[in-house]
């Protein structure tokens, strides 16, 4: 009877373990889901800017000859 308790203890300590790491990978992974969404957001912006002052030197460029 001692080993079979001692079984479902360290049965139920095991899955506590797991449970934890399980909640501290998906709070991990809704940290890095914000990053990669607030680092996209930059990117689009800096594409955009490109993009504006791209336009402007054609334009300039186009005015100069």
């Known amino acids: 009877m001692f080993w ?3 079984a479902v ?3 139920f300590c095991g899955l506590a373990v797991l449970s934890v790491f399980a909640i501290k990978v998906f709070i ?4 890095l889901g914000r990053q990669v969404s607030e680092t996209t957001r930059r990117i689009n912006r800096a594409a955009e800017d490109l993009e504006k002052a791209a336009t ?3 334009h ?3 005015d100069l000859r």
């Open 4 to 6: 079979a308790m001692l």
């Open 9 to 11: 203890g360290t049965g």
């Open 28 to 31: 991990e992974a809704q940290r």
């Open 56 to 58: 402007a030197v054609a």
């Open 60 to 62: 300039s460029g186009r």
